[in-house]
Nanobody, 119 residues
């Protein structure tokens, strides 16, 4: 059974930092591209950051470029999102997402972790 379990969310003041983790199990982690999405209250889910299966390429939402860093440790089956200089508009539930690199229709979602940034 595949599980993606996010952790590291919480309440932080504007300008602060948080690091989210997504622990994967039940899949060959190194065969999956990984993404972080977020969904704010009343808004659609949006792609925040993406990383290829090897970690060799990353992409970011324009509004988080220079502040967020996505990374992965394939030996630990874990995905990370380092978030610095947080803003109130970063407040959302953050989800990790895994897509098989050969067959992206095979994909999985985590349950999400709440990030709240106070002004």
């Amino acid at each position: 059974q595949v599980q993606l379990v996010e952790s590291g969310g919480g309440l932080v003041q504007a300008g602060g930092s948080l690091t989210l983790s997504c622990a994967a199990s039940g899949l060959t982690f190194s065969s999956y591209a990984m993404n972080w999405y977020r969904q704010a209250l009343g808004k659609e889910r949006e792609l925040v950051a993406a990383i290829t299966s090897t970690g060799g390429n990353t992409n970011y939402l324009d509004s988080v470029k220079g502040r967020f860093t996505i990374s992965r440790d394939n030996a630990k089956n874990t995905l990370y999102l380092q978030m610095n200089s947080l803003k109130p508009e970063d407040t959302a539930v953050y989800y990790c997402y895994a897509a098989n690199k050969w067959k992206p229709t095979i994909n999985y979602w985590g349950q999400g972790t709440q990030v709240t940034v106070s002004s």
